[in-house]
């Protein structure tokens, strides 16, 4: 990844609804880049709902270790501007596209959309990839990530169809666990549960998206 001299790297989490896990991939990818030793910022852009920055909060509470810099901002522009300080820029944008959507992919290294197996969750999101395209984003910059998995067969079915409609799908899932949303609820990531299975899944999920920036 690129150091502060030459910009942090910049990985956006975005989509078309709510509730499809982009705070949760953003939280597990900035604990792991953490870890690791890298300097990381969340940029949360939903102001309405913050979710990060009161996640963050959670974990400065709670004590959690690596610390983790979270901070909300207003416009994709204010976000940006923070790409000199850090090595990795993680941007967890509002849950509709828009004009600063298309700005944001514009300067991200990587653009994950998390979505669910549902079908009703499947097409807006291909389709917000579709119009990101057609606004000039490389479809090498844009992957999909399958999250709230209930069997391996709606795993499947999910891969299938995004890779249909012409896109790379990252390697593993996260499963609909509630020990997920329990760690979350005590500022912790979803490779910070009390289980090695379940931390080991997500840290798949995690290392996939890792290994395509380089």
């Known amino acids: 990844m690129s150091g502060p001299d030459s ?12 509730g499809v896990g982009k705070s949760t991939l953003s939280r597990g990818l900035a604990r792991e880049a953490a870890k690791s030793g890298l300097a990381v910022k969340i940029a949360d852009l939903d102001t309405q709902q913050g979710t990060s920055v009161e996640w963050h909060r959670r974990r400065l509470d709670e004590g959690v270790e690596p610390i983790i810099s979270v901070e909300g901002f207003k416009t994709a522009d204010q976000a940006l501007a923070q790409v000199n300080r850090y090595d990795l820029l993680i941007i967890d944008a509002p849950a509709r596209a828009s004009e600063g959507t298309q700005k944001i992919a514009q ?63 990252l390697k593993g899932y996260l499963p ?29 999920l995690i290392q996939s998206l890792i290994n395509l920036v380089g």
């Open 7 to 18: 910009g942090a790297t910049v990985i956006a989490f975005v989509s078309q609804k709510g």
């Open 176 to 204: 609909s666990k509630t020990s997920y949303r329990d760690a979350q609820n005590h500022g912790r990531s979803v490779t910070e549960t009390r289980y090695d299975a379940l931390n080991s899944k997500a840290d798949g």
């Open 107 to 169: 300067r991200a290294a990587l653009v994950v959309q998390p979505t669910n197996p549902a079908l009703d969750d499947l097409g807006p999101a291909v389709r917000l990839f579709h119009e990101l395209t057609k606004a000039g984003i490389p479809k090498s910059r844009l992957v999909f990530a399958i999250n709230h998995v209930l069997t391996d067969a709606e795993e499947i079915a999910a891969r299938e169809y995004l890779t249909e409609a012409g896109y790379e799908v």
